[in-house]
């Protein structure tokens, strides 16, 4: 062979190596895209609350008021409710606790979970948005409007399912 077909294999050879090389770079960061994906769908998954809280809502002169339910573990667990603002929006912070005698002992408790109701009420604009939050794991709110003429203890609500 000639000096011009050695230098014109040479060539198609480098470039063929170099297709190769491109070809699997290209299909790593694909390889990489797909896991980083994968690894987002399972931390969305964990992240996401399968807890439902279902509530009334009224707004009435400038007022929100919620009316829920949620459930403990017992009846024998004590609870409280606040209303936090963080980052613009307004955040009803359950949490539950196990009551304890004056030894520091748990209170002994039929193990039967409990509903408990609670009901809070905070100065906002129509338009806040509200997140629920149960000892610190943020929860999916079910809201149930009510309207400004009724009496939010006496509406019910139907859940189907």
Known sequence: MNKKNWIILVLLIFALLIGVIFHNMYKANKLDQQAVDRQQAI?????????????????????HTFLGTFETPTPCYSYNTKVL???????????????HDETG???????VITER???VSFEGS???????TLNGVLVNLNIFEVGEDENIEDVEIYIKG
């Open 85 to 99: 603002e963080k980052d613009g929006f307004k955040e009803i912070a359950i949490s539950y606790q196990e009551t």
């Open 126 to 132: 129509e338009t806040d948005d509200v997140v629920a």
């Open 43 to 63: 931390e969305d998954v964990l992240q996401h609350s399968n807890i439902t809280i279902n509530t009334k809502h009224q707004y009435r002169d400038g007022v």
């Open 117 to 119: 109701q609670f009901k």
């Open 105 to 111: 002992e748990a209170v002994i408790c039929a193990q």
